[in-house]
């Protein structure tokens, strides 16, 4: 057959299912079932797009508190009621209308978007796949309205008893489309992603109060609180806020605030790691890698932090409609929000990695404790002590010691050297232990990256240089960026229209091909406009050295050479981790003493 000749098949139409043949050339033009369903598919992914889509619904009104209610894994009902400021009768049927919207006026607030929600998608295409009823009042009217529709279709509009605002019910999700309820996971998997859902927004919404409902048990009751500490201990628990810091950063146009937590807490996957663009809870990779790099070394290798991340910025500066599910941005400045966001990390991290955080000293203790009073006693230390040094302390001496002079690390009294790698020292809160091989790992490392960081960076010519061949909108990136690659100790010059000769690398890199790194730079150029990359790979080397250039263990320092140390350490920004992400020190307060003697 020929794309001239007519293709010929049949539907079902009517209530007796009459097949009717039709003929049409290729295109057709989908009937609006199965474009409604296709819709969908692209809103609607599982229980959960539910709840986020209905209760988004319920912050545009303008709720202050809303109760999700489910069964299930969510699949056989979802129940969302707010009190909102609810939706006339008469529109109510209009509302179920694809693409019928209350929050665009006019084109150009697509450009502007402030709302959750703006598409006029979320409810008609839940309910082209499921059973919905609606009931809403708003605050003019005596009387609500209730509507249901099954599988896309419209019932008739009703007179209902309602309070004012909206509740939304969904029964049987996905019941006319079978092949997408075998995907779905099983139902305890379905509910966490539920929780989740509710915690990011929770989160991001302190002023209101929600409730999640899981049959007769409740799950989360978080009421409405005026500081975002309290909103935080309620959806991660007192626990990991108890790790975090709050920070702020004011950019001008850019505003960055929130809380982070501080090393050494970190986790194993990144599910609490929590980015916001204007209010909406974004899974954005530019975003997610700038925090990861304002990190720097704090962290170990797969290891990553606790952060709530707030991203204020004009709404014509970004997209959100870019993503079905409105889960992604895009950035009119990419490279500016990713660079800000990297400072505002790295600064509010600087003054807590320079010395011990008093706040996260917190032992666990058994309930069983012995209540003792405090007396004073000297101590008698019987281990090695540093040349020409005689030390005893008392309480008097421990609290006449004072940080301020000249920082944390310089106003340690060394008491001496244990096991040949550890530094025993006394603060002005209680007993301090020192890592001397990570300290002066640390030290030597921030002495190396100065170096990288000021354009030092030693080159090695290439005998033979190195051709690479990229596609050609790469191509035209690397061109574009010749510069920044040779500021990181590259030397790389066009060979033909989409042909680069690399003849010079760093020094620091091990011999090898270099080609990959380069084609990973440009990838990475192309994702966040700049790159990372090399600085990654460069600043790993320059751990690497940093470790088989310093003090190894077991080697016994004088006294001079520790105070020398710990006045280094007092000059570097992170200096309680070794690049590698381990403890320099651990500090031992008076209180945590005590607790683990059972004096309290």
């Known amino acids: 057959m020929t794309c001239s000749e007519a293709v010929s098949y049949s539907v079902r139409e009517g209530k007796g299912g009459r097949a009717v043949s039709l003929a049409a050339t290729k295109i057709i ?31 545009d009104a303008g709720a202050k508190e809303i109760s999700v209610w489910v069964e299930g894994s969510g699949s056989s009902l979802i129940r969302v009621s707010d009190d909102g400021e609810g939706i006339p009768s008469r529109e109510l049927s209009l509302a179920l209308e694809r693409h019928a919207t209350s929050k665009l006026k006019d084109e150009a607030d697509l450009f502007r978007i402030s709302t959750l929600g703006f598409r006029g998608e979320a409810l008609p295409s839940i309910g082209s796949v499921s059973r919905l009823e609606i009931v809403s009042r708003c605050r003019q009217e005596e009387i609500g309205a209730r509507l249901r529709v099954e599988g896309g279709k419209k019932g008739e509009l009703e007179a209902a008893g309602s309070p004012v605002g909206t509740k939304v019910e969904i029964r049987d999700l996905f019941f006319n489309t079978p092949a997408r309820r075998k995907f779905l996971k099983s139902p305890t998997t379905e509910l966490s992603h539920i929780c989740d859902v509710i915690n990011r927004m929770a989160l991001a919404y302190d002023q209101v109060h929600f409730r999640l409902q899981h049959g ?15 909103r935080m201990q309620q959806v991660l628990g007192r626990e990991i806020t108890g790790g975090m810091i709050p920070f702020s950063w004011n950019g001008g146009k850019i505003q960055i605030s929130g809380f982070l937590s501080t090393a050494p807490e970190s986790f194993s996957q990144s599910r609490y790691l929590m980015t916001y663009v204007n209010g909406r809870s974004v899974r954005d990779r530019t975003l997610t890698h700038a925090v990861l790099q304002g990190y720097d070394t704090l962290l170990m290798k797969g290891r990553y932090p606790a952060a709530v991340v707030f991203l204020k910025i004009p709404h014509e500066e970004v997209d959100v409609n870019v993503h079905p599910a409105k889960y992604e941005v895009r950035f009119r400045r990419q490279t500016e929000v990713h660079e800000v966001m990297v400072e505002a990390v790295r600064e509010a991290l600087k003054g807590e990695a320079k010395e011990p955080s008093v706040k996260k000293a917190g032992e666990r203790i058994s309930p069983f404790v012995v209540s003792d009073s405090a007396f004073s006693y000297e101590t008698s230390i019987p281990f090695e002590r540093p040349p020409s040094r005689t030390v005893s302390m008392t309480e008097s001496s421990l609290a006449s010691l004072d940080t301020a002079a000249g920082g944390f690390f310089s106003s340690l009294q060394v008491l001496g050297q244990i096991l040949g790698c550890y530094l025993v020292c006394v603060s002005s809160r209680g007993m301090v232990l020192i890592d001397q091989h990570a300290a002066h790992e640390r030290a030597a490392f921030e002495r190396m990256r100065g170096q990288l960081q000021q354009g030092g960076i030693e080159r090695q010519s290439l005998l033979i240089p190195q051709l690479i061949e990229l596609p050609y909108g790469e191509a035209v990136l690397l061109e574009g960026n010749l510069n920044l690659i040779n500021q990181f100790g590259f030397v790389v010059e066009g060979f033909g229209p989409r ?4 003849k010079a690398a760093p020094a620091l890199l091990s011999p090898g091909d270099y080609r990959g790194i380069v084609r990973e730079m440009v990838g990475e150029i192309a994702e966040i406009g700049q790159s990372s990359e090399l600085r990654q790979e460069l600043e ?12 190894r263990a077991n080697r016994k320092l004088n006294l001079e050479e520790i105070q020398a140390l710990l006045r280094e350490l007092d000059q570097i920004d992170f200096a309680t981790q070794c690049p590698h992400g381990r403890p320099v020190l651990l500090e031992f307060t008076r209180e945590q003493l005590e607790r683990m003697f059972k004096r309290v």
């Open 29 to 59: 033009v989908l009937p609006e079932s199965w474009a409604s369903r296709i819709a969908a598919g692209e809103v609607v992914e599982r229980p959960a797009s539910v709840v986020k889509e209905l209760v988004e619904n319920s912050l």
């Open 216 to 230: 007769t048990r409740v799950l989360c009751d978080y009421v409405a609180t005026r500081r975002l500490e309290d």
């Open 499 to 502: 042909t680069f000769a690399i």
């Open 540 to 551: 790993e080397r320059l751990m690497t050295l940093a470790c088989h250039s310093v003090v």
